[in-house]
Structure formats: C-alpha cells, structure tokens
C-alpha cells in the first residue's frame, strides 16, 4: 500500500520569503510523486514530478522538489514566494501494477502575507 | 490542444436521486480516472477506465459506478445519492495506462451538492 503524509494543513509565508511544504510518503515499489496545485473553484494543476533520474526536479513556477529516498520525503520548495503562490497544494504518490492510481496527501494550504 | 472537459459543473440534487456526471479526455488520450474531493475525506481515487474497462477501483460503494464510451469519453453514475456524496467530482486523462510513466491532465471538476 502506497500513503502520503503532508505536515503542516496551513502554511503562513511572507512574500519574498522561501516556501517550504514537507511531504513523506510510504510505497513499497519506486514510487513516482508529484506535487500538484489547486487554484480556488479549479482543477489539480502538474507543479512538478519525479519518475527517475535526477532527484532534483525543477517545476513551474520556480518550484522544485528533492527526492530523498533515504528519508522518504519529497519536499517542495521555492526560493521566493509571491502574492500568486495562495493556493492549495498537494503531494501524491503513484505506484505500479494494483497500485497505479494516485493518493494523495491532505494538502497543505499556502497564505501569502504582504 | 483542448484539455479535459467535465460537465456539469455544478449540480444540486436531493437525498435519494442519482446523478450522472460526464468527462472528455484530452484528444488522443485513451485513459480516464475519477476522483472524489471532500473537505474531511480529501482527494481519494474511485476507478480507472482504459479501452471501455474499468481497470482499477477504489474503496467505494457499489452506488458510485462507472463506464467508457469507445471515443475514450467517461461518465460516473452515482445511485441514491446520500449528504455525504457532496463533493467535487475531478477526472483526469492520460495517454494510457502502459508500463512507466503517463502523466494525468485534471478537468475542472463537477461541484456535486446534494441537499
């Protein structure tokens, strides 16, 4: 079975500051995941995902994530944080085989303060 | 390239009823998965389609159902609607289900209220 733990349900930034959403996630084969965003009253937007290779992965938006298989997290992060940034934001894990569909995490809810 | 379309986009209904709601994938795509979003459940999987089958099904009644037509086009139907079926209906395409990596486009979703 495949989980995503996101800590933290509500994230507070000021703008200009760094933005840091953690993610952990439980698979039992490789794992792909996937940092996804929500606008209000829209659909799940791609930010950014990892399959393999490189385990830096650079997003949209100047987003960009690091796979760290050691600690199982796949935290998103961005250097800047800008007033267009609010939103919801989600982590999810996609298996293989019986597990292919996505689970996600509970998301994380994104204020940016002027 | 058009992207995912759901209709309707909201829908009110009242305890007891059933509803019908309809997705169109991306041109070409041939995969088609549903999701459910609640505030308390979060964002959790109900079935995947490919090539008119249901592939893959999450833990959900046998009231949620759904099916694909043979232009890739997907409804879910949800029988005896119950309060605790409000939620935003999300569907996502992708080229197809094959080995490795087939990233998932979302529609906007269908705002499914019932009273």
């Known amino acids: 079975a495949q989980s995503v733990t996101q800590l933290g349900s509500h994230v507070s930034v000021s703008e200009g500051a760094l933005v840091l959403l953690r993610c952990n996630y439980s698979s039992s084969v490789p794992p792909y995941l996937f940092w996804y965003v929500q606008y209000p009253n829209q659909g799940l937007q791609l930010l950014l995902k990892?399959?393999?290779?490189?385990?830096l992965v650079k997003g949209i938006n100047g987003f960009e994530a690091e796979f760290k298989k050691s600690e199982t997290s796949f935290h998103l992060t961005k250097p800047s944080a800008h007033m267009s940034d609010a939103a919801e934001y989600f982590c999810a894990v996609r298996g293989s085989g019986s597990a292919r569909q996505l689970t996600f995490g509970s998301g994380t809810q994104l204020t940016v303060l002027p | 390239k058009a992207g995912v379309t759901q209709t309707p986009r909201y829908l009110i209904k009242t305890r007891g009823q059933q509803v019908t709601l309809s997705c169109s994938p991306i041109s070409g795509h041939r995969s088609v998965s549903w999701y459910q979003q609640t505030p308390g459940q979060g964002l959790q999987f109900l079935f995947e389609y490919f090539s008119e089958t249901q592939r893959n099904k999450g833990n959900f009644p046998g009231r949620f159902s759904g099916r694909q037509f043979s232009n890739s086009r997907s409804e879910m139907n949800v029988s005896t609607l119950e309060l605790g079926d409000s939620a935003l209906y999300l569907c996502?395409?992708?080229?197809?289900?094959?080995?490795?990596?087939?990233?998932?486009?979302f529609g906007p979703g269908t705002r499914l209220t019932v009273l």
């Open positions: 990892y399959t393999t290779g490189a385990t």
């Open positions: 996502a395409s992708s080229l197809s289900m094959g080995l490795g990596y087939n990233e998932q486009f």
